[in-house]
Structures are given as C-alpha cells and as structure tokens.
C-alpha cells in the first residue's frame, strides 16, 4: 500500500466551513494581493496574483520600468518576494539584498564573498509578529547560505544575534552522525507556519548523502522543533520497507526534500514532496519500497506526525525524484450522489510528466492511478520493485516513450543517432545496467522541473516542461588498487570528477557540465578549491575528501601536480562509503551539435483542467534560434523556472534558453507579447502593485545549458 490515513485529520476537516477552506491561507498579514510575499506567491505555491492592471489588452505596451544588476554573474534561480514596496532578492553569488520595488534602487546586501556558498538560491523567506504583538522581535528574513540559516533584520539586513548563534543556525542541526561533514546546503526557501519554519535542505547525489529528514525550527530563536525521519527508525511507520540497518548506514541518505513545500494554514497540514534515495541509480544496499523516498508526504506541521503519504516511485533507480512544491487547489468533481462538490486538492507534478491529484485532506486519489509492471534490473546485488504508479488521468505532458520516427529530421547526424537508438534499451521504467545505454525519457531535469506550475482558482494547472530523452550506463566503481598507476590528482578526479566532466576534462557545457581543460587560465586557484569544497550551482561540494586529497585534486587540474610514484598515498583517513557501480554521467541523447535527438517539441507549457483531467490547449515554449533561422518554428526549448498567472487572464514566462519573456492568453495558449532579456530568465516572476502601478519582474542570470551569464533582475510595467 502506498497511502495511509489518519481518520483524526479528516474528522478535524469536518468541522472546518467551506466558506473558511476558501480564504487565504497565510498568516496574521494578510497577503494583500498587491505583495508577493511568499516564494511562488503564497503558501498555496500556485504561482496566482489577483491583479489585473496588466491585461490580454494592454500587455503588449510593457516596457521596462527599472534594472537592478548584481556585482557578479551566473545562474540566478530566484523568485523574488515583494513586502509593502520592498523586494528581497538574492545575487548569484547567494548575497541577500533589499531594493526599492519601484526603483531597483538598493537599500541593503548581506553575504559577502566570503561567506557565500556558492551554491544556488531559489530565495528568501520573510516572517513578521503578529499585529499588535510587543515583543522584541523583529521582521526578518530568512536565507540560507550554503549550511547555514541566517535570520536577517529585514530593514538592515544585519543578521538577529537572537536568532542561534550570532543570528544564524546550522542545518546538520538534528540529522545525525550520519551527516556530520557532509554536503548540505539549502537553495529553496523556507516554508512558515506560526512560529516554525520549515527547510528543505540539498545533498550529495552519491554513496555519502546525508539522511534527508524533514525538520522544523523556531523561527524566533532557531532551535529545532520536530523532525520526520524520511528514512525510518526502528519502531516507526516504514522501517521494514528498508535493510534493518539503513537508517544508521553511511551509504545510505538522501530522501530529503530539496524543492520546498505548500502549507494549508487552516487545516494545520504542510506537504512535503521527498527525493530520491542515495544513491540515485543503485539501491543494492537498500533493498526495499524505501519509504519516504519518493513521497508526497502529509504531516500536522505543528507536530512533524505523518498525516497520510503517497509513493510516486518505489525503489528509485531512475532519480525520479519530485521536482517542485505541490499545487493546494480546489476543484469541483461529482461526488457519490452525482452532483457536483467541492473538493480541496493537492496536485504534484513530477519529472516523469505525471500529475498526481488527492484529495488535500484524506490522501485519496481523486483520478484513477494503476500500479503498472516493469522490467527487473538484472543488475548483481539489485532487487527492482515490481510495479510503478501511473495516474490514469491527466495525460502526461511530455512524451513517454520514442520510436524511430521520433529520431529529429533535422539533425545532421540523424543516421548515427538511428544506429544508437536501435541498441538502447527503451522501455518505460528500463533498468540502468552495464550492458549498455538506457534510455530515460523524460530525462532527469524532467518533464516537469523546480520551476513548478501555477494554479488558477478554479482549477487549471499550467506546467513548463522538459521534453528530451537520456542516456544512462553503470560501469564498475574503480577501486583504490585499479588506479594506483595514477597520481593522487587523477586519482581523486576519477573517483570524484569523471562522471561529469568526462576523461579529458572537456565536461559539455550544452548539458551544464563546464569544461576543466586550462582552468587555471580562467579562475584562481582559491577559487577552484572553494568550489571543490563548497559546491557552485548545482555541483554539490566534496566534504568527504580530505585537505590533501583537494590539494591533489587541484594541482591536477591545474596542470602542475609534482610528479609522485604512482601508487602514492594520498586518502582521508574517515569511513567513505562504497558501491559496486556508478553511472557513466548525465547524459543527455543529443546530436553533435548539442541539439536533442528527438524531434521537436523540446519544451512546453500546458494548461489542464484538474477538474476532469482533460487539456485545455499546449503549445511549445521557446525557439531554438539557428533552427528558426532556417525556418523551423515552433521547436520549443529546455527551460527552467516556472510561470505566474494573473486574474486578468495572463501567463508571464521566461525559462526558455532563447532569452526570452512572454505573456500568453491563459485560455487559449495564445502568445500575446514577448521581450528580449539581458540573459536566460531561468527563474519564476513576480507580480506586485505599489501606488497605482503593476510591475512584473524577473531575474536573468542565465549561465546553464550552455548560454550565456547574466546579472541583472529586469522589472516591466505600463507606461
């Protein structure tokens, strides 16, 4: 069984009115629809703003209204919040700031270079007293640099020297032996209830992923509160879907919560969808469901208790894990008499293109969802779990599967590419082996991607998606003695680095992977030592090696390591842990040029009625420009970040690798304006009104999928 109820839940609905199921979710301050003061525009993460000043009409005379632009470049995954004429944002380099929301004019940063992680950020949180209450503690702002959680006074920008220590606490905080010098950083915001916040944290993707629970911190003083162990303990619910020693294992981690959470307010519930076990592509070492990986998980947010769950994939080996918040939204559906009936939902979409719909308060299904048999790994050591889900309505919004009329026709390499594809292995759910390449489609960026949907009130769901396939191989993990005839910096590169960068350093920036090759020409060594043990972007940093092992690492790839015998002896002398295989890399099916495999389109955006799970249109999002110069249209692009959607009928987009933002007519998918950015909006916007004005604002950071880096967040308003 995959759902289990408490019945205390539903009974405790019951008493709640329909009338005050419907208001708005949030706290004390009301979330005045002329702010965005929630990551995603509110608790409901529906991405909805009730303004209508910008319509179907007007939009096409949107103009610039200010610039704001960083001191550094590179990816800038933020949705900014806007707060009674303030907008708190966060820099590439992972500085918080304040800004004027009328003017981009600054008012505060906090970070610094040297307290930077490095690592991406999705945003901020913002949590305030009640009205009326005479305590000392003020507005703040909660942002996660790498480890750390720092409360910021959010009129300064200092940090709250009552807030942990020295105004910020460390997420290992309440995870365990288990993560003690692991990788961990936060890169999505916070979600508040009351006095608690509650954080997603990201991990390493390998053998050494910390345990991934769920925790929740007072946000006045930092001091842990609950925690949900996603990987359970003896004697809780779950334990026996994993070894009996998994939950104190070193190789064994991950299920953890990385793309941020929806809170029901009213009802007391939070919703956390969970990732994948660690190691994403082997589970020989935790055969088993492996519940909580994998869940969209519903718990008494003031407790952290399992209210209900529900596993999308059972004992991943795909890293299908749950890329974005759930959408909380109401739909009408006939109920057991065959009248219509309102129904409070949680929809979650997933990187495989599905969409799950249940039942907000009791975890039933609210469309069909068919437990399907898949092929059995043949893998030593690997147990597959028999079945899968899949939702029997919505129709997935990207493809699943590929036939050799999918290869793409315009492809230069359109013959090699059919060879390759005759001898992969291509079934649903097909098993990542070392006999040869499997194929994922969608791949692991998704389908659907952090970004999330937005969510209209009356039911529409609207979905950016990845529509591309790739290709994945285990090979034996080498050991210590299979690479003694290399010195210690290669040795450490071809445990560490390989898998993503390739043999020769070249990496494929088209797939996000920077080429090493002469890197000394392009960064400082300081700089390269704190990536490899901080993280940068979505590189997770090595904890595990040890100073001499870094060192190693880069002299190496700087092209000056001294000369040692082979076989020299430079370890870390910690428990590191091991599997038999690892996979070759992330490989997207793509053609020589960088383009996919398959034929267009490569990225959509899709409207769905959760109503009756039917589409309301599809169209491709983004063109690839050298296609459309040659008189392709219509190819899509992958894109990353999500939409907004407005009450007055509109879809605000970036995402797409073209440099591009548009507005699309909700109902119909009909492209009504677009706008060249300074770089690649890879971010969700904003919408906000001050005085008489709205504004529409988003960050251009590009610098993944091989465009080019940006630094500026633009912001749009009518004349």
């Not at 750390?148 to 460390?170: E, M, N």
């Not at 890169?187 to 006095?195: A, C, K, R």
């Not at 996603?230 to 070193?250: L, M, Q, S, V």
């Not at 040029?593 to 959509?604: L, N």
């Amino acid at each position: 069984m995959k759902r289990f109820i408490l019945p205390v839940a539903a009974l405790a609905a019951l008493a709640i009115g329909w009338s005050q199921l419907n208001q708005n979710l949030t706290d004390d301050k009301p979330n005045d629809f002329t702010n965005w003061s929630e990551y995603l525009g509110g608790p409901d993460r529906n991405h909805y703003s009730a303004l209508t000043q910008i319509n179907p009409d007007n939009v096409k005379n949107l103009q610039v209204a200010w610039r704001y632009s960083t001191p550094d470049s590179g990816q800038i995954q933020t949705s900014p919040i806007i707060i009674d004429g303030v907008l708190y944002g966060v820099m590439p380099n992972v500085q918080a700031f304040a800004l004027d929301a009328a003017s981009g004019k600054e008012i505060w940063r906090y970070g610094g270079l040297k307290k930077a992680g490095a690592n991406t950020s999705r945003g901020v949180t913002y949590w305030a007293p009640k009205s009326g209450e005479t305590a000392k503690d003020v507005p703040r702002i909660l942002h996660a640099i790498g480890p750390l959680l720092y409360a910021l006074d959010a009129k300064t920008g200092q940090p709250i020297p009552s807030f942990g220590q020295d105004g910020h606490i460390d997420l290992h905080d309440g995870l365990g032996e288990q993560a003690k010098d692991k990788f961990i950083v936060s890169n999505t915001p916070g979600t508040l209830f009351e006095d608690l916040i509650i954080m997603p944290v990201r991990l390493s993707e390998e053998a050494d992923a910390a345990p991934g629970y769920v925790r929740a911190f007072n946000v006045r003083t930092g001091k842990l509160v609950w925690t949900f162990h996603t990987i359970p303990h003896p004697g809780e619910y779950g334990y026996e879907t994993w070894p009996k020693e998994a939950y104190r294992n070193f190789d064994v981690g991950g299920a953890n919560n990385w793309s941020g959470m929806a809170v029901d307010r009213i009802r007391g519930i939070i919703y956390v969808p969970t990732g994948s076990p660690s190691y994403d592509f082997y589970g020989g070492n935790r055969k088993g469901q492996n519940l909580f990986a994998n869940c969209l998980l519903a718990l008494d947010v003031r407790t952290g208790k399992r209210l209900w769950h529900y596993q999308a994939v059972h004992h991943d080996l795909w890293d299908r894990d749950f890329p974005a918040p759930p959408n909380l939204i109401t739909v009408t559906q006939n109920g057991p008499d065959g009248r219509p009936r309102k129904i409070d939902a949680v929809a979650q979409v997933t990187k495989t293109g599905y969409v799950f719909v249940f039942d907000r308060v009791t975890g039933k299904p609210l469309f069909p969802i068919r437990e399907v048999p898949i092929p059995k790994s043949d893998m030593p050591g690997e147990s597959t779990w028999p079945t899968q889900p899949v939702p029997q309505k919505p129709a997935p919004f990207v493809r699943q599967g590929m036939t050799e009329a999918d290869i793409n026709p315009n492809s230069v390499d359109r013959d090699s590419l059919l060879t390759l594809f005759r001898n992969v292995g291509k079934r649903p759910y097909e098993p990542i082996t070392d006999k040869g390449w499997a194929l994922m489609i969608p791949g692991t960026d998704g389908g659907a991607e952090w970004g999330g949907a937005a969510a209209d009130p009356d039911g529409i769901l609207y979905v950016n998606a990845n529509d591309i396939p790739w290709l994945y191989k285990l090979i034996d993990t080498p050991k210590q003695d299979e690479l003694a005839h290399l010195s210690p910096g290669q040795r450490v590169y071809a445990q560490n680095c390989i898998s993503c960068h390739g043999p020769e350093r070249k990496g494929n920036p088209r797939s996000g992977y920077p080429s090493l090759v002469n890197i000394g020409q392009r960064r400082d060594r300081p700089y390269v030592m704190q990536t490899v043990s901080n993280g940068r972007g979505m590189m997770p940093g090595f904890t595990a090696l040890s100073a001499e092992e870094k060192n190693a690492l880069v002299a190496f790839l700087f092209d000056d390591e001294k000369q040692e015998a082979p076989g020299s002896s430079v370890a870390s002398k910690a428990k590191r842990p091991y599997l038999p295989y690892k996979i070759t890399g992330y490989n997207r099916f793509q053609d020589s040029q960088g383009y996919p495999a398959i034929k267009p389109p490569w990225g959509t955006l899709s409207a769905i009625n959760l109503n009756t799970g039917e589409y309301v249109w599809k169209i491709p999002l983004g063109e690839e420009k050298a296609f459309k110069a040659k008189g392709i249209a219509n190819t899509g692009t992958e894109n990353y970040g999500g939409p907004v959607v407005t009450a007055s009928g509109l879809i605000f987009i970036g995402g797409s690798r073209d440099e591009k933002f548009r507005a699309f007519d909700k109902k119909t998918g009909k492209l009504l304006w677009e706008t060249d950015l300074p770089a690649a909006g890879f971010a969700t916007p904003a919408t906000y009104q001050i005085g008489s004005k709205q504004y529409v604002v988003i960050a251009c950071g590009g610098g993944k999928i091989g465009v080019k880096k940006g630094n500026q967040y633009v912001a749009f308003a009518l004349p």
